[in-house]
């Protein structure tokens, strides 16, 4: 059965407030959750950016779900600091715990003021992080001179089963490449048709391991209400790359995104009052063979959504009545 989690986004949510939303998510019936990992928001209207790493920790210790992160190493994070945590949290929530790795952002790396590189490059430093935590996870001792260095590095505390890396992909073309080094593929809703594709193309690449998929969504019980959070929120995400991998602050998001029609925001956000409409479209996702779904509602208030969704889409996902 596919695994209904909660996506806590970090942009959004004040992180006291989002351990209250993930921890209140089990409580209704959610069976997983996974977070964002970003210096900055989207758009100044979301106004936060809490540190991931300190929030993962408490999130694992206060509820008893599975946790994925979305990280990007090699410039904002050394591949060895990420090894380490991966292998700290990994050691102390055991088999609770995996990490997608991709080529990150601008808005958020930019920060170390260095070059942002292309994204050929990106991705080849992404393959060299990728071997490097691998082989620390592995307990070697790992020295790597390239577009990422590292001197004689070695993890002292490690888990006994090293968690998954997922490759994060939202082209057909990243997915197959995924396949390559990756121990499960995440990606973004998008049209049926297209995430087929990249399923596809992922497992005949010989892609192993799980397949998640987040899903951005806007509820409210009117209709009227469901757009306009959506809008508010989520206008500054309707940018497909690589738009939304070069630009470098809110500020730059939020000016190119004012004039961004409703029709394209549906595009990119699940939009609905009617809860049966999140149940197909959410059933459609779930025939496609995604093995994790994470549900993102854009409101920045979480408690009416895991509310409704908790008593009214999870059962029927499930075949359950209700």
């Known amino acids: 059965m596919t695994a209904i989690g909660f996506h806590a986004s970090h942009e959004q949510i004040h992180p006291r407030a989002l351990l209250e939303a993930v921890i209140h998510a089990e409580r209704v019936g959610f069976d997983a959750a996974m977070c964002s990992d970003h210096f900055a928001p989207w758009s100044e209207r979301q106004g936060h950016s809490g540190y991931a790493w300190s929030w993962l920790g408490s999130a694992l210790q206060a509820t008893d779900l599975s946790f994925g992160v979305v990280n990007a190493p090699g410039q904002r994070y050394h591949p060895a600091i990420i090894a380490q945590a991966i292998g700290t949290l990994g050691a102390m929530y055991p088999g609770r715990f995996w990490a997608a790795l991709g080529s990150g952002e601008a808005a958020n790396e930019h920060i170390t003021g260095e070059v942002w590189p292309r994204k050929d490059v990106r991705n080849a430093r992404l393959r060299e992080c990728v071997d490097v935590i691998r082989a620390l996870l592995a307990g070697e001792e790992v020295s790597h001179d390239g577009l990422v260095r590292v001197d004689r590095a070695r993890l002292w505390s490690r888990p006994e089963q090293p968690p998954a890396l997922v490759g994060a992909a939202v082209s057909v073309e990243t997915a197959r490449w995924c396949a390559e080094w990756a121990d499960g593929l995440i990606t973004v809703n998008a049209p049926v048709e297209h995430l087929r594709r990249m399923i596809e193309a992922y497992r005949e690449a010989g892609g192993r391991g799980p397949v998640h998929l987040q899903v951005h969504l806007s509820w409210a019980p009117d209709q009227a209400d469901a757009e306009a959070l959506a809008y508010d929120q989520w206008r500054s995400n309707v940018f497909a790359p690589p738009v939304c ?35 197909g479209w959410l059933e459609e996702y779930i025939d496609l063979g995604f093995d994790q779904i994470a549900l993102h509602h854009v409101g920045q208030e979480q408690r009416p959504f895991l509310d409704a969704f908790g008593d009214r889409v999870l059962p029927k996902l499930r075949g359950q009545a209700g």
């Open 245 to 279: 991998w070069d630009l470098d602050t809110p500020e730059h998001f939020d000016v190119v995104s004012a004039e961004v029609p409703m029709s394209r925001l549906a595009e990119v956000v699940n939009i609905s009052a009617d809860l049966g409409r999140h149940v």
